[in-house]
């Protein structure tokens, strides 16, 4: 094939790309751009491997339906009239449920907010930030009766305009330890809020979703998908959730409920990047751990965990917006995304996941969060070991 017709095809269609990625961001029907850095830069990886490899039909029309791809992927999602939807939001009392209910509120939604202390701080900001439309309700998802008792609520509120969504955002983790450092009672409070509370107020409201083909919006976490160094408790927990909330998407299907998971990467929310926090419950972590258990490890060993979480704090994102815009989307449009994955680099950190070794995972894991040092046992092991040699 003459090399300058292939140049020309190409070069056709990056021209025909370029012209309609202009118009589109003329009328204002574009997605934002920086998300598209990836996408283009995808699409040029695979030109040049079409040039390289492919017969110039095959190959450009295989980079002319990356390209329409790409187009269908930029364009914004076709959003449903909020038209006064009610929806309950689960944690509201700071982070990712308060964003989301001032956020939904000042859209037109009927927002009930569970909250766990209704006279605390965060239910006083949004009693001030919102509309009087806007009800507070306080539950404890490891409390049955408060769960019940929202439940009654919103069955005796939605009446005359049913209930179009549940978020699911409620969550707990206050142990930053190896597994076998962390009490059994942390993994079953994890248990209790982040997967049994979430699954019977879902099972409870599925009766009034189903009526309206309405929305369930979980918020998990990348942790119950990959092994991050110190968080099982709260990973073994959230990939529960997850598998749950996959089984109802695919279960409840047929009633026309759409199911969206929302994976963050690292935001500021609450207590999650308090040091005086973090510091308590290391303390109090170092306090119960048995003797035996303590001197194989070192006090030493969970200082230094500590330590690299609170430096890693650092770099949480204080902008709640995207995660909001996520959640927000599941709700609306007309055809959610099954998984959303708001915050930086996940893309690569679920890429490696999927696409790599095991122990290259395992190594960006710790280099990117926790790098655990050696329990002080192997320490005296190796350093006998090398008296020996």
Known sequence: MEPGLERWAYGALWAALAGSLALRAARRALGPGRGLVLPLALLAGLQSLCRACLPLPLGLALAAAAACLLLWRASP????????????????????????AQHLDA??????????????????????????????????????????????????????????????????????????????????????????????????????????????????????????????????????LSLLMDTFRSELQPWGVKVSLVLPGYYKTGTTCDPAFWNLQKQRLVASLPRELLQAYGEDYVEEINRQFIQFMKVAVEDLSAV????????????????????????????????????????????FFINPKLPRALRQEHHNDVKKA
């Open 77 to 100: 999602r076709r959003l449903l009239p909020v038209a006064g939807r009610a929806v309950l939001v689960t944690g509201c009392d700071s982070g990712f449920g308060q964003a989301t």
């Open 107 to 240: 859209m037109g939604f009927r927002v009930f907010a569970s909250v766990l202390d209704p006279q605390g701080p965060g239910a006083q900001e949004l009693r001030r930030s919102c509309s009087p439309s806007l009800t507070l309700l306080q539950m404890d998802l490891t409390k049955p009766e408060d769960i019940q008792h929202v439940l009654q609520h919103i069955q005796a509120h939605t009446n005359s305009t049913g209930l179009w969504g549940l978020v699911n955002n409620a969550g707990f983790n206050d142990t930053i330890a190896d597994a076998e450092l962390s009490p059994l009672g942390k993994f079953r409070t994890c248990m209790e809020v982040n997967f049994f509370g979430s699954l019977e107020l879902t099972k409870g409201l599925l009766p009034l979703l189903r009526s309206t083909g309405g929305r369930i919006v979980t918020v998990s976490s990348p942790a119950g998908d990959l092994p991050f160094p110190c968080l099982a408790a709260y990973g073994a927990s959230k990939a529960a």
């Open 324 to 367: 909001v815009n996520s959640i927000t989307d599941g709700l609306l449009a007309a055809n959610p995304a099954v998984r959303y994955y708001p915050g930086q680099g996940l893309g690569l950190m679920y890429f490696i996941h999927r696409y790599l070794p095991y122990f290259v995972r395992d190594l960006f894991l710790k280099g």
